[in-house]
């Protein structure tokens, strides 16, 4: 079920203030996530979840994660600006490698981040750039298929990303010649799972090649992270993962792995973090009765890509109609020239009036940070419902100048209101 704690008065209050499509985010829920995840891992000594950027890189935000003890995980030089610029040090930013510039090594290596190595040619880079560090971290990608019992989960074997174990076993060792005193081994093996047993699986792989590793390379493990991918329920019949149980589930898989204790877990959730805390509200502006009723929307697949890019289903409800009987069938869309710029598609709806406000629900990670800009279109506002009860500004709504910015070389730049 998704998030349906707002009532619809929060969003009506706020589009008073500000001017549709804008992303609105919850503090207090997002707060209570993180103490949330930090209950269900208060069993491990040294826990700490790095919240993905990507899923809402927004400072307001950020700064909300610091207070309540998070760390940050980075995979670019902006990402890490981000995290610099909060005052985020050392320990408190994991930085995972990718296909990146050398430069964002160095970056990463100035600010003390540990550093998560994805393949095994990434060591000479990191020797080269950051130095080799104390702690070292490495993605593991064990191949194959990914089950939860027998229901396969995820496809590491056709993933970019992670060396294989044969690889680490080497890069740990060369990593230990180089000077690395202990490791951390990460994978992210499945994504947006609600199965309470997906961490304490993919735990259960990540101990055990850990221990493995450590003896063959008689290297301490220094951490565990289990990345991200706990999901969130987008749909209306899919019930909430219980973060406490999966807490719970890790526990007893780490108390066989390591009886003795001294290895810290770590986690780098995004979507579990801030999914269900945030919202895109958006005002119904068209109407069209074609081969289907289709309901014209001011936001657009730029302002939320997950419809659009994987068929995702995003929740929407109608301010004031809520209770009222979902008896119209409609294909909720944007503006762009794109068929597939469609929030919902033939989706039973209470009936929709033109200057309606509609509210698609859980566009809290991975909806504003994946907005683009096409069509010429912009960026929308992003606003914050603080624990006060209070609306905050945390972005503005792109204009025109913005969009325009980067043709300050070109001779057109004055007339389209930019500098040269
Ligand atoms: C995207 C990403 C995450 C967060 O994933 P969610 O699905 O949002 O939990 C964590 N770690 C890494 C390395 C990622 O790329």
Redesign the pocket.
Known sequence: MPNLSLPDSVFEAAAEQFQTPFHLYSEEGIRRRAKLIQKAFAWCPDFEEYF?V??LPNPAILRIMKEEGCGL?C?SETELMLAEALGFRGRDIMF?ANAMPDAEFAHAGRLGAII?LDDISHIEILERTAGIPETVCCRYNPGGDFRIGTEIMGNPGEAKYGFMYDQLQEGLLKLKGLGAKRFGL?A?LS??NTDTAYYPTLAGVLFKAARELSEATRMPVAFVNL????GIPYRPDQAETDILAVGEGVWQVYEKAFPDGGVAVKT?????MT?PEGWLVTRAVRHKDTYRHYVGVDACAVNLMRPAMYGAYHHITVCGKRDDPCDHIYDITGCLCENNDKFAIQRPLPEIKEGDLLVIHDTG??GFSMGYNYNGRLRSAEVLYTKDGTYRLIRRAETPADYFATLDLDPAAEALGVKR
């Open positions: 993905a990507k899923a995980d995979s995972s998560n990460h992210f994504s947006n990345s991200g991918g706990v780098e959730l995004g979507r579990w999914g990670a991975h």
